[in-house]
């Protein structure tokens, strides 16, 4: 913990931060945050090819180790915010989605943007619960 107030969350099964951030972050208060996850193979620092869904998948299983990093799944996920630079994919996406989240979803924004680093279709991030108490 740094100064009793947040712990922070790495792997090196996720793509290592390219910036001045943490991969995720567990806050006093139990909750992970964590920062947005690409399409970017964490073993080549390359973006995965062929597109929006290969794309989505490489993110979800950044999002899902940056989770196991700080011992949670994606069944403690109570918030997802999906970035997507053309809205057109959102049916791709969505798809996809419904494999890893089954049942009681989170909820979720999905949002249309200009760019996201790297060149990057998708980009996701969540908030979990990791407090040992909430259920």
């Not at 913990?1 to 947040?6: A, E, L, R």
């Not at 993110?59 to 999906?82: P, R, Y």
């Not at 249309?112 to 790297?118: G, Y």
């Amino acid at each position: 913990m740094k100064n009793n107030i947040h712990k922070i969350i790495t792997t090196l099964k996720a793509p290592a931060a390219i910036g001045p951030y943490s991969q995720g972050v567990i806050s006093q208060n139990g909750f992970l945050f964590t920062a947005g996850q690409i399409g970017l193979n964490p073993a080549t620092a390359e973006m995965v090819d062929g597109g929006i869904k290969p794309e989505t998948v490489q993110a979800l299983e950044n999002l899902t180790a940056v989770l196991a990093a700080g011992n949670l799944s994606l069944s403690q996920v109570v918030k997802v915010t999906i970035f997507l630079t053309d809205i057109n994919d959102f049916s791709s996406v969505n798809d996809i989605y419904a494999d890893y989240f089954t049942s009681d979803y989170p909820a979720r924004s999905v949002v249309q943007v200009s760019a996201l680093p790297k060149g990057a279709l998708i980009e996701l991030e969540c908030i979990a619960i990791a407090s040992q108490s909430a259920s």
